[in-house]
């Protein structure tokens, strides 16, 4: 067994002590990962989202040369 794998296995032996041992543990480790769910989507809104990122930017620039594209098509078929 490679030392990732212990660490994560020691983790969960160690998790599960003390959700057996606290029952405070267990309320604790649910709101533990709300909040970082949350976080997470909260990271994820501003990525996709935020008008400064680059993914924003070539999103805009592809969907108006593509309106750019029609318009001129419908002017030359005129």
């Not at 543990?25 to 970082?36: D, E, G, M, N, T």
């Not at 930017?57 to 029609?70: G, L, T, V």
């Amino acid at each position: 067994m490679n030392y990732a794998a212990l660490t994560w296995v020691t983790l969960g032996a160690v998790l599960i002590y003390l959700v057996t041992q606290d029952e405070n543990v267990l309320p604790w480790l649910v709101l533990l990962s709300k909040s970082a769910r949350i976080w997470v989507r909260q990271r994820w809104f501003l990525i996709r989202y935020d008008p400064d990122s680059p993914w924003v930017r070539w999103s805009a620039d592809r969907s108006s040369r593509r309106i750019a594209n029609e318009l001129l098509k419908e002017q030359q078929n005129k």
